[in-house]
């Protein structure tokens, strides 16, 4: 119904649009019951997968299934409960910022190929106050929520930290788990704080954070997938000495191969390339395995890049990841995406006679 019916009317419009018009859409579905049955409707099947051999566990959070609606999709955090409705076990709100930020000048979002987008949004936030003010109505509701830190364009990098620890105490008691967002292409500088130097001191402050609002809850950091394997190794190194639960690999890539292969004025313009690019599949697909292969066992991988449907779900689970985040993916794929990978990946494991998703988490990892 998504792809004949939906998409036509929201492809009259630019992508930024499209988005905002897709994510009012659902949060106008939460309004009531019947509208949420009726939001179902558009989910695979018409209704909500369910299997309790997709259940995964995040450092003691325990998800449904795999999938997460990635950062970036329901930046202030208004359509949490129609993401679940159409089969998601998690959203990961923001990256939320602790002051309000109107991001890039538009246009800023392009859809480049069918299911490709190259964004240069940069933080565009209502800030932590709002997105605390919009999650609320979810309290109760036992849908984990994830928060992605963010941090605003003009805070010095020696006051990352402190920023960082800010958000985190302010969105506390709506967070299943955390995510330190340091690999956005889009903010100036803002890679540079996967430095081990500076990444010590924002899970410190966000550890301490956690401690003061009562106990710590599952962190983990999202890299680039633009680093080089030994900039990841210390990477791991630090998230390890400082107990964190895990790493989600990875974010958009501004590798200009990958975004010249649409185009000319993509190869150098600003902003990440995502979605369904083979390449950029694979090389996030080789950065969990790496992950696993090293830290496996201390860590837990959130894998993102690429994934739009059971194949190149379970090619990302086998990798290494325990979870999975879409972002890109329900524009491309639409609103049964989570349905079709769900319901995918069980007949992967009934075809295989497995009993849990745990099972096959990174047996192809050496490969």
Same mark, same amino acid.
């Given at each position: ?49 369910? %299997? ?116 985190? &105490? ?21 890679? &540079?704080?996967?430095? &081990? ?6 899970? &410190? ?27 990841? %190794? ?5 998230? $390890? ?6 790493? #989600?690999?990875?974010?958009?890539? $501004? ?31 080789? $950065? ?13 991988? $959130? ?26 993916? #329900? ?37």
């Amino acid at each position: 119904m998504y792809k004949e019916i939906i998409r036509p009317i929201l492809n009259k419009f630019d992508s930024e649009t499209f988005h905002e018009l897709a994510r009012e859409s659902i949060h106008v579905a939460e309004l009531s019951p019947f509208t949420l049955k009726l939001l179902e409707l558009f989910a695979d099947k018409h209704s909500r997968f369910e %299997d309790k051999r997709l259940k995964t566990t995040l450092g003691g959070l325990e998800l449904e299934n795999p999938l997460i609606v990635g950062a970036g999709w329901d930046k202030a955090g208004r359509a949490v409960l129609g993401l679940w409705h159409l089969g998601f076990a998690s959203v990961e709100v923001g990256s939320v910022l602790e002051y309000e930020q109107p991001g890039n000048p538009k246009p800023r979002l392009f859809m480049v190929s069918s299911g490709v987008a190259i964004n240069w949004l940069a933080f565009n936030s209502p800030g932590m106050d709002i997105v605390a003010k919009n999650l609320d109505k979810y309290v109760g509701t036992g849908i984990p929520i994830g928060i992605s830190l963010g941090l605003n364009k003009d805070v010095e990098h020696t006051d990352a930290p402190k920023a960082y620890g800010t958000v985190a &105490k302010r969105m506390y008691d709506y967070a299943g788990y955390f995510a330190i967002n340091v690999s956005s292409p889009n903010t100036p500088g803002l890679r &540079k704080l996967q430095d &081990k130097e500076y990444t010590v001191e924002i899970i &410190k402050a966000i550890n301490q954070a956690m401690d003061e609002c009562g106990q710590r809850k599952p962190l983990f950091v999202k890299i680039a997938p633009d680093l080089t394997f030994d900039a990841i %190794d210390e990477l791991l190194r630090v998230a $390890i000495d400082h107990s964190v639960t895990g790493i #989600i690999a990875s974010n958009s890539t $501004i590798n200009p191969d990958l975004k010249g292969k649409y185009g000319v004025r993509w190869r150098n313009s600003p902003g990440g390339l995502s979605g369904d690019d083979e390449g950029y599949r694979k090389m996030t697909t080789e $950065i969990v395995s790496h992950i696993y292969r090293r830290a496996g066992d201390k860590l837990n991988i $959130i894998g993102v890049g690429g994934v739009k449907d059971a194949e190149t779900a379970l090619e990302k689970i086998k990798a290494g990841a325990k979870a999975l985040q879409l972002v890109t993916a #329900i524009r491309g794929e639409g609103t049964a995406v989570a349905g079709k990978i769900n319901r995918g990946i069980a007949a992967y494991l009934d075809r295989e006679g497995i009993s849990s998703l745990e099972e096959i988490v990174g047996i192809d990892s050496n490969k």
